[in-house]
């Protein structure tokens, strides 16, 4: 089972900007399709961002769309999610999640249900501050 350790996250004013970082060990890396959650205090975890194996298809829920950016460096291991322009409503704590690719997927999963991901990290918190 792949290992994920999540570092990066902070308090940063609204409109700032911050880069998470997740790196994985254990399993070949390019074998996992990669995601990042965020569960705010006394909400459910929800879905902010996936890329696929290679890194050439990436998903992100609405409310990020146009702030947000994931993407993976395979050679290290790591997948980012760069955050810009924060408002006081990302606050939460993000998670990375890996999803083992499946023999019969070819090109997508279902990245939006967390039941998709095979393994998780600890969680980093962001703040962000009006």
């Known amino acids: 089972q792949v290992q994920l350790v999540e570092s990066g996250g902070g308090l940063v004013q609204a409109g700032g900007s911050l880069r998470l970082s997740c790196a994985a060990s254990g399993r070949t890396f390019s074998n996992y399709a990669m995601g990042w959650f965020r569960q705010a205090p006394g909400k459910e975890r929800e879905f902010v961002a996936a890329v696929s194996w290679s890194g050439g298809t990436t998903y992100k829920t609405d409310s990020v769309k146009g702030r947000f950016t994931i993407s993976r460096d395979n050679a290290k291991n790591t997948v980012y999610l760069q955050m810009n322009s924060l408002k006081p409503e990302d606050t939460a704590v993000y998670y990375c999640?890996?999803?083992?690719?499946?023999?019969?997927?070819?090109?997508?999963?279902?990245?939006?249900?967390?039941?998709?991901?095979?393994?998780w990290g600890q969680g980093t918190q962001v703040t962000v501050s009006s």
């Open positions: 999640a890996a999803h083992q690719r499946r023999p019969w997927e070819s090109g997508t999963y279902a990245y939006r249900e967390s039941s998709s991901y095979d393994a």
